[in-house]
């Protein structure tokens, strides 16, 4: 069964305090790699598609980068406003199913 | 930005009735789908659809949920018999492929009394 494990389960910065967060999976052939926002009673907000080892993609103070095994999520010098619950999301490229596995999230505060 | 609507926002019914979950997907995607997440828990997916059918489902998505395209714009979520544990939010989603990311409502919190 594929199964994705992101980690910390919550993280605490203090503002301009860059940090890291990891999402490990095991699929049958990765197909994509999607890491999404999430802000508390809303729907998931998409920031990234991975699609093969070695791929890196950023927007604002986020950086995406992707290895046959995890991804990382590198957060530099965040501000209060970064503060959500970060989804990993993994598809596989085997199976013929198409739909992409959550994991439970990390859920980041910074404080000012 | 193309933005994918729910309604209602919050719904409140009683045990056994039936509830009807509304969203209006983004104008040029193909791909629908509907996911649950119970309060502290994860994203769960329920159903997806394409081209007027049902293309795959979770094994949560049993006889008490269908789903609708009733017209060229709307994609409904029913569930028939509602229970305590059918207490969640409820999101749907878009997308244009099956390769890119999805496009999420803000979701319908769903309390099942």
């Known amino acids: 069964e594929d199964q994705v494990t992101q980690s910390p389960e919550a993280l605490r910065l203090q503002e301009g305090e860059s940090s890291s967060l990891n999402c490990s999976y095991t699929?049958?052939?990765?197909?994509?790699l999607f890491w999404y926002r999430q802000d508390p009673g809303k729907g998931p907000e998409f920031l990234f598609t991975l699609y093969s080892a070695g791929e890196e993609k950023e927007k604002e103070r986020l950086k995406a980068t992707l290895t046959k095994k995890e991804s990382f999520l590198h957060i530099t010098a965040p501000k209060p406003e970064d503060s959500a619950t970060y989804l990993c999301a993994v598809q596989a490229a085997a199976g013929g199913s198409y739909i992409p596995t959550f994991g439970r999230g990390t859920s980041l505060i910074v404080h000012p | 930005e193309p933005e994918v609507t729910q309604t209602p926002s919050h719904q409140v019914t009683q045990m056994g009735q039936e509830v009807i979950l509304r969203c209006v997907p983004i104008?040029?995607?193909?791909?629908f789908y509907w996911y649950r997440q119970i309060l502290g828990q994860k994203v769960e997916f329920l159903v997806s659809?394409?081209?007027?059918?049902?293309?795959?489902k979770s094994e949560i998505f049993d006889d008490q949920f269908s789903v609708e395209r009733p017209d060229g714009s709307n994609f409904t979520l029913k569930i028939r018999s509602t229970k305590l544990e059918d207490s969640a939010m409820y999101f749907c989603?878009?997308?244009?492929?099956?390769?890119?990311?999805?496009?999420f409502g803000s979701g319908t919190r769903l309390t099942v009394v």
């Open positions: 104008s040029n995607h193909l791909y």
């Open positions: 659809f394409y081209n007027n059918e049902i293309s795959e």
């Open positions: 699929v049958s052939g990765l197909r994509g």
């Open positions: 989603a878009s997308s244009e492929t099956t390769a890119y990311g999805y496009t």
